[in-house]
T-cell receptor, first 113, second 114 residues
Framework: GEDVEQSLFLSVREGDSSVINCTYT??????LYWYKQEPGAGLQLLTY?????DMKQDQRLTVLLNKKDKHLSLRIADTQTGDSAIYFC?????????????FGAGTQVVVTP | NAGVTQTPKFQVLKTGQSMTLQCAQD?????MYWYRQDPGMGLRLIYY???????DKGEVPNGYNVSRLNKREFSLRLESAAPSQTSVYFC?????????????FGQGTRLTVV
C-alpha cells in the first residue's frame, strides 16, 4: 500500500500551539483524517478534510492540506494537558469503502505544564 | 449508545492456540473492519466486510479468518496463534450507503502470544 509518514514525537508547552505534520503518497486520496488515541483507548476521529479543500478549521483545530506537496498538517491552538495523546494521520484508500484507511505510524504528543 | 464493542479486552495465548475476537456494533452500519496496531507502524487493515455475507482481504490477512455473522457482528479468528500476531486489534464500522460517514472504532483487544 501507499505510505503515510509522520514524525514520531512532539513535545509542547501547555498554552502553546502544536503542529503535527504528515506526508502521504496516494494522490487519489479523497479524504484525509486526523485521529486521536488516548492511552488504552480506541481511535477517535478529530477532524477530516476533503481533498478539494486547502484548509478546515474546527474550534482549536486547523487542518492544512497541500496537495501539490502531498502534505497534511494539524494545528492545535492553546494546547492543553488533555491533548496529550497519539495522533494518527490517515488517508482513504478507496471511494467504495470509507473505512478502508491507510494510517501513519502516529505522533506521540506530550504536553508539559 | 455503545457504538462498537470488542471482547475480550485483553488475552494471552500460547503459540498454536486458537481464539476468536468478537466485535459488535449497534449503529446499523453495513461495513465493518478489523485492523491491527503495532508499535511504529500505525494501523493496518486485516479484513473488511462491506455487507452481511461478504468479506475481503486487507493488507495483512495471513493467519486470520473472519466471519460476518450478521449485520451487527464481525469476528476475527486466529486458528494457530503465533508470536508475530501479538498486537492490539481494533474493530471499526461505518455506513457506506450514504456519501460519506466516519469510521467508528472499538476500544481494542490487546493480544499477547507467548
Amino acid at each position: 500500500g501507499e505510505d503515510v509518514e509522520q514524525s514520531l514525537f512532539l513535545s509542547v508547552r501547555e498554552g502553546d500551539s502544536s503542529v503535527i505534520n504528515c506526508t502521504y503518497t496516494d494522490s487519489s486520496s479523497t479524504y484525509l483524517y486526523w485521529y486521536k488515541q488516548e492511552p488504552g483507548a480506541g481511535l477517535q476521529l478529530l477532524t477530516y478534510i476533503f481533498s478539494n479543500m486547502d484548509m478546515k478549521q474546527d474550534q482549536r483545530l486547523t487542518v492544512l492540506l497541500n496537495k501539490k506537496d502531498k502534505h497534511l498538517s494539524l494545528r492545535i491552538a492553546d494546547t492543553q494537558t488533555g491533548d496529550s495523546a497519539i495522533y494518527f494521520c490517515a488517508e482513504s484508500i478507496t471511494t467504495d469503502s470509507w473505512g478502508k484507511l491507510q494510517f501513519g505510524a502516529g505522533t506521540q504528543v506530550v504536553v508539559t505544564p | 449508545n455503545a457504538g462498537v464493542t470488542q471482547t475480550p479486552k485483553f488475552q494471552v495465548l500460547k503459540t498454536g492456540q486458537s481464539m476468536t475476537l468478537q466485535c459488535a456494533q449497534d449503529m446499523n452500519h453495513n461495513s465493518m473492519y478489523w485492523y491491527r496496531q503495532d508499535p511504529g507502524m500505525g494501523l493496518r487493515l486485516i479484513y473488511y466486510s462491506a455487507s452481511e455475507g461478504t468479506t475481503d482481504k486487507g493488507e495483512v490477512p495471513n493467519g486470520y479468518n473472519v466471519s460476518r455473522l450478521n449485520k451487527r457482528e464481525f469476528s476475527l479468528r486466529l486458528e494457530s496463534a503465533a508470536p508475530s500476531q501479538t498486537s492490539v486489534y481494533f474493530c471499526a464500522s461505518n455506513s457506506d450507503i450514504v456519501l460519506y460517514t466516519e469510521a467508528f472504532f472499538g476500544q481494542g483487544t490487546r493480544l499477547t502470544v507467548v
